[in-house]
């Protein structure tokens, strides 16, 4: 992602500040002192992301060598409003997807508007807050409209991943949409309340993971996995190459932030060596003397981006009631937890659906997985029969996916036993990802498939659980 920021001033630095993590940026000045002063601001691991500029803002000559062309978004936060309103003009002009100012004077405000600007005027901003908190007594969190918080209002997009579904199959311990904006009316939704692109939304959750969010919600952007978290756990309660390799995979692709491992024994290697070409301060390690048990204790209730764990839990609990490990963690954190059999580089993504909300949202984090990894998606249905009428309901609606969101996507028929079909099919692909509900029973007598897909896969393999 890339922003292009035109003015070093306070509001220039102060959101470089807060998006030099994640972002690649271009800072564009006149005033050479005042990119100095950014220089300051930068940590190590964004010297290599930011690019300064002194120039004019309003230049399309100093814009293309900022490359404009390629910029995800844009904002003009110089002390002069003519300067802010020229300089987004031309951000329109070279269809920059999303452009915001900052207005110095409530007299200048009906020119953003009349300019189709989306703009933030200081004095008014300021003034809201401190009228908020002077009335209720009651501190206001600052991010609504103003970036960092609790609460954001996000526009949903048709390629979003909420669009066209019920607000209550949205389970999460970190987000939550609380109210929906629809034209000139406010919607307090309720469970069943469907969401429509074009649906304003507010959410209320965890500012580390809201912006996140935002992102998936308003252009369906791949930024898996931090629509569930910014950490990667590993779980070694032996050492096993596979773990390591697949684990490494996806911290160095997707948008993985920070990786914790607990193993449970000394390995010939230190486990900070076993990720030996990760910056410092990225690996958080932990013995743990329970194994099993403490590593449970250690991630019940809290919410990661990833869960990676050996193959060595066998299904066979399952034919008696009992879930296993990753099934119990799938569901207690409703996090993706990965069983890691070695089989990356992810070249092919095999996701069973079956039609129901979970295996949905499954092919959902798929299709990010497939656009992020640029890899090949298939979507496998195992009929009961070969006149199932299902089968082209299903491919009807993976067609619509696949359009909304301009990737291909294979959909395969088989007929049979859906557990036994999906191993079968699994020996060709390098990455599974399945979904879950949360709770489901599961036994010999009324057994539930993707538990069992879980265990039976021959590749890697991911599960997703969502609420009951």
Same mark, same amino acid.
């Given at each position: 992602?890339?922003?292009?920021?035109?003015?070093?001033?306070?509001?220039?630095?102060?959101?470089?500040?807060?998006?030099?993590?994640?972002?690649?940026?271009?800072?564009?000045?006149?005033?050479?002192?005042?990119?100095?002063?950014?220089?300051?601001?930068?940590?190590?691991?964004?010297?290599?992301?930011?690019?300064?500029?002194?120039?004019?803002?309003?230049?399309?000559?100093?814009?293309?060598?900022?490359?404009?062309?390629?910029?995800?978004?844009?904002?003009?936060?110089?002390?002069?409003?003519?300067?802010?309103?020229?300089?987004?003009?031309?951000?329109?002009?070279?269809?920059?997807?999303?452009?915001?100012?900052?207005?110095?004077?409530?007299?200048?405000?009906?020119?953003?508007?009349?300019?189709?600007?989306?703009?933030?005027?200081?004095?008014?901003?300021?003034? #809201? !807050?401190?009228?908020?908190?002077?009335?209720?007594?009651?501190? +206001?969190?600052?991010?609504?409209? =103003?970036?960092? $918080? /609790? &609460?954001?209002?996000?526009?949903?997009?048709?390629?979003?991943?909420?669009?066209?579904?019920?607000?209550?199959?949205?389970?999460?311990?970190?987000?939550?949409?609380?109210?929906?904006?629809?034209?000139?009316?406010?919607?307090?939704?309720?469970?069943?309340?469907?969401?429509?692109?074009?649906?304003?939304?507010?959410?209320?959750?965890?500012?580390?993971?809201?912006?996140?969010?935002?992102?998936?919600?308003?252009?369906?952007?791949?930024?898996?996995?931090?629509?569930?978290?910014?950490?990667?756990?590993?779980?070694?309660?032996?050492?096993?190459?596979?773990?390591?390799?697949?684990?490494?995979?996806?911290?160095?692709?997707?948008?993985?932030?920070?990786? #914790? !491992?607990?193993?449970?024994?000394?390995?010939?290697?230190?486990? +900070?060596?076993?990720?030996?070409? =990760?910056?410092? $301060? /990225? &690996?958080?390690?932990?013995?743990?003397?329970?194994?099993?048990?403490?590593?449970?204790?250690?991630?019940?209730?809290?919410?990661?981006?990833?869960?990676?764990?050996?193959?060595?839990?066998?299904?066979?609990?399952?034919?008696?009631?009992?879930?296993?490990?990753?099934?119990?963690?799938?569901?207690?954190?409703?996090?993706?937890?990965?069983?890691?059999?070695?089989?990356?580089?992810?070249?092919?993504?095999?996701?069973?659906?079956?039609?129901?909300?979970?295996?949905?949202?499954?092919?959902?984090?798929?299709?990010?997985?497939?656009?992020?990894?640029?890899?090949?998606?298939?979507?496998?249905?195992?009929?009961?029969?070969?006149?199932?009428?299902?089968?082209?309901?299903?491919?009807?609606?993976?067609?619509?996916?696949?359009?909304?969101?301009?990737?291909?996507?294979?959909?395969?028929?088989?007929?049979?036993?859906?557990?036994?079909?999906?191993?079968?099919?699994?020996?060709?692909?390098?990455?599974?990802?399945?979904?879950?509900?949360?709770?489901?029973?599961?036994?010999?007598?009324?057994?539930?498939?993707?538990?069992?897909?879980?265990?039976?896969?021959?590749?890697?393999?991911?599960?997703?659980?969502?609420?009951?």
């Amino acid at each position: 992602m890339k922003l292009i920021i035109v003015g070093a001033g306070e509001v220039g630095r102060e959101l470089l500040k807060r998006l030099q993590k994640e972002w690649s940026i271009v800072v564009i000045d006149q005033d050479e002192e005042k990119l100095k002063k950014i220089v300051e601001i930068l940590n190590s691991e964004s010297m290599n992301r930011v690019l300064l500029l002194q120039g004019d803002g309003t230049s399309k000559l100093i814009l293309k060598k900022a490359g404009i062309e390629e910029a995800t978004a844009f904002t003009a936060c110089t002390g002069d409003d003519e300067v802010n309103l020229e300089a987004c003009r031309l951000a329109k002009e070279f269809d920059v997807p999303t452009i915001y100012a900052v207005s110095n004077s409530t007299e200048h405000d009906h020119l953003y508007e009349r300019e189709g600007i989306n703009y933030i005027n200081k004095a008014v901003a300021t003034a #809201s !807050i401190l009228e908020r908190q002077i009335e209720s007594g009651v501190v +206001a969190p600052t991010n609504i409209g =103003l970036g960092q $918080g /609790e &609460i954001i209002e996000v526009s949903v997009m048709p390629t979003s991943i909420i669009a066209g579904y019920p607000v209550g199959k949205f389970s999460s311990r970190r987000w939550r949409i609380v109210a929906i904006f629809r034209g000139d009316k406010l919607i307090l939704p309720k469970p069943r309340t469907i969401v429509k692109p074009g649906d304003r939304v507010l959410i209320v959750g965890d500012p580390k993971i809201l912006k996140y969010i935002a992102g998936l919600i308003k252009s369906g952007e791949p930024q898996f996995p931090l629509q569930f978290g910014v950490e990667e756990v590993i779980f070694l309660p032996e050492e096993k190459e596979e773990v390591i390799k697949d684990g490494k995979y996806f911290y160095e692709n997707t948008r993985v932030q920070k990786v #914790s !491992i607990y193993y449970c024994k000394e390995f010939k290697k230190t486990t +900070a060596e076993l990720f030996n070409h =990760l910056k410092k $301060g /990225e &690996i958080k390690t932990k013995k743990l003397r329970l194994c099993e048990k403490e590593f449970f204790n250690e991630v019940k209730g809290e919410s990661f981006g990833l869960l990676v764990m050996p193959d060595k839990y066998k299904e066979l609990p399952l034919n008696f009631g009992i879930k296993t490990l990753p099934v119990l963690i799938a569901e207690e954190t409703l996090s993706p937890v990965m069983v890691a059999r070695g089989t990356t580089p992810v070249e092919r993504i095999l996701v069973p659906v079956s039609g129901s909300f979970s295996s949905l949202r499954a092919l959902e984090v798929g299709i990010e997985l497939s656009l992020m990894l640029g890899a090949k998606l298939s979507a496998l249905y195992v009929a009961p029969s070969e006149n199932d009428q299902k089968a082209n309901q299903l491919r009807e609606k993976i067609t619509k996916l696949s359009h909304m969101y301009k990737t291909p996507i294979e959909f395969i028929k088989r007929v049979g036993n859906p557990v036994r079909e999906f191993a079968k099919e699994s020996r060709n692909y390098s990455l599974a990802v399945i979904g879950a509900r949360k709770g489901r029973k599961v036994n010999w007598f009324s057994p539930y498939p993707p538990y069992f897909m879980l265990h039976k896969a021959k590749c890697t393999s991911i599960l997703i659980c969502v609420g009951e």
